[in-house]
């Protein structure tokens, strides 16, 4: 029976070690709440580190059978393991660079480099040795980014989610890691890649492209021939649980409480770990301008301000704390009264009852992280106003801005800003509070934790099917073989073979791209068989497509069917076609050239073609989309046709075709075998216009009108090679 295995840094659970003696108790976390739903049925396990270092093996033995019955299975870490993997890369190069303190706090370490890797392997290991057919891994955040590639190389079939619980940052930001190309690789080795937003997976596709040789065709990364996809996926809480806790009466106790001790005072609460991410110290700042600014608050508000403790032993979180422990003496200090402190600061966690009473009874929740993946907290504090009361101040960098439209959302940046939002919480009317608390619980409601789980799972068989349809279409031995048998029962054969990216690889200067011994070989031995017609069909000028293949005995249609050659027949044009659009249309592409360094406009005879394959990754296909939007207009209204291609914008007669071209030459006899191969868009003519009996074969790219694919000219080269072979 087939399992779902949760793979995480940490493990769900919390295990204390007294004098020898260990303790077992389960986490409250998000993560936690919304996967146990999955790892707690059947036989699912989950995999992770158990949160301290264990190495007596009678100790570890007693772990790995106390956790058994939990359904968790733990990996062990060494003192050096964790300081190296977990506190030193993750939490000192990652943790910065995916949010965005990358100068201040980024320590880049070649051991820390090993150690993560070895980490990784360590997972790696215990998720095959139960791995088995039919089962689904999900691992899990950004201590685990090259888990998937290394499961996926010993695995090659088996369905795995990765999903990152933080920031993905701009190329610019992920560039400065060393390691990054390597990184994307493991990312890459799941079949489904979770964010909690858009803009994460834009710049997480923005950075697979421009560092890594592969494609992506809208949200969708072609990894050789398995496509993989980035998506985004809220996560939600389990927001029953939030609203049922302030009807218990132990939380009904603490509201009571907390009601009576600041009676006529509004409370603004505060929740965080401590993190330079969380925007603690600018919060503090805004609080402390308020009260300058509004004396009027003075005595009638209070800042009650939780700070979980985290990474203590870490210098700048130590330097951090005692930044907010001097901030928070200030304001204190400076503003107290007799009978009224301004905030009051807890470093310290709360249990889970004593937090819903502070949500429930709490007039405005303070949330402006810098830069936070989703932040929970935010929809905890909706889900637990019952009453519909209250207002969120939500920064805009967190991913629950996306989703939680009805708060006051602010940049945490903006010290003055968030002083406003602060005064327009405390003044809003009930009635408004209303409104917007109703539509953010409803959203809270709607997008839960569960209905999280549920949509990526739903997602990730959705993938799992879509690579098994690529994967029929791919050429392998089986259907090459299957082409072959018909080719050789075949009396009369036509074979259209595109040039640039099929024949030949793709290269940036466009005059080196010529044809080779090896080409020449295969190209011989396709013509000297009498019934074959071979065609090479390409984009280039007619000129030289006659140097390089005017002796061959080949078929030539150049220039995307504007010329055509027969063997031994001079080279004829379509006739009408006219090029005086060019003095038109020349001085418009000279422009985008001047604006895009590496740019260049080659002209044919009867089109223009600007090329972008020399200029910077990015720049390039902006100026190509600006171009397009420039010249729709203008193309439309002389007949002319915009082709976007392989780095490349052509504009041609509309008479232009390739399909038209292709058909042309299969209607002039009766052919049995039809194969057309070709990479880019101006091909999809052929294989749109040639009949569904035609063998259709698109290269390097899975999406296509083709029947078939191939992934590189060198795979097209075995392909004919194959074909043509002597029986």
Known sequence: MSKTIIVSNRLPVKISNDEGSLSFSSSEGGLATGLGSIYQDNNNIWIGWPGLEIGDPGQQQEVIENLQSRKLLPVFLTQEEISEYYEGFSNEILWPIFHYYASTYTNYQQSNWDFYQSVNKKFSDAVLSIVEAGDTIW????????????????????TIGFFLHIPFPSYEMFRLIPWRAELLEGMLGADLVGFHTYDDVQHFINAVVRILP??????????????????????????????????????????????ENFLNQKVILSVDRLDYSKGILQRLMAFEQLLALYPEYVEKIVLYMIVVPSRDAVPQYKELRNEIDKRVGNINSLYRTMDWTPIHYFYRSFPIE????????????????????????????????TEN????????????????LDALIVNPNNIGEIIQAIVTALNMPEEEQKNRMEQMRLVVSQFNVFHWVKVYMDKLAEVKELQKSMQSRNVDSVVAKRIRSNYLAAKKRILFLDYDGTLVGFNANINKATPDLD??????RLV?????????????????????????????????????????????????????????????????????PGAFIEEKSFSLVWHYRKAQNGLGELRSN?????????????????????????IKNIEVNKGKAALGCLYSDDYDFVLAIGDDDTDEDIFKALPETAYTIKVGSTVSAAA?????????????RELSEPV
Request: no cysteine.
């Open 389 to 404: 009361t209250g207002v969120l101040i939500l920064s805009e960098m967190a991913g629950a801005s996306k989703e939680l």
């Open 626 to 650: 600006e171009l397009i939007n420039n010249l729709a207009y203008l193309t439309k209204d002389r007949g002319l046709q915009l082709l976007p291609g392989n780095k490349v914008i052509e």
């Open 214 to 259: 592969h494609n992506s065709s809208s949200n969708v990364i072609t990894v050789k021939d398995r496509p993989v996809v980035a998506e985004a996926f809220p996560m939600g809480i389990d927001d029953q649980k939030y609203a049922s806790l302030p009807e218990r009466p132990e939380v009904q106790e603490q509201i009571t409480h907390l009601k």
């Open 519 to 524: 080409l020449y070989d295969i190209i011989k």
């Open 139 to 158: 691992i899990h955040d950004y201590q685990l980014l090259l888990l998937p590639g290394m499961i996926r190389a010993r695995q090659p079939k088996v």
């Open 708 to 720: 078939y694919y191939l992934r590189s000219p060198n795979e097209v080269r075995n392909f004919l």
């Open 354 to 385: 004593t937090l819903s009473a502070l949500y429930n009874m709490a007039h405005v929740g303070l949330v402006t992280p810098m830069r936070d993946g989703m932040n929970l907290v935010s929809k905890e504090f909706v889900a637990s106003k």
């Open 528 to 596: 000297q068989d009498e019934k074959n017609k071979v065609v090479v069909i390409s984009g280039r000028d007619y000129k030289k497509l006659e140097e390089w293949f005017g002796n061959t005995g080949v078929h030539m249609i150049s220039e995307h069917g504007a010329w055509q050659r027969s063997k031994d027949q001079p080279w004829e044009s379509i006739r009408g076609l006219n090029d005086q659009w060019k003095e038109d249309i020349f001085p418009i592409l000279k422009t985008y050239v001047d604006r895009t």
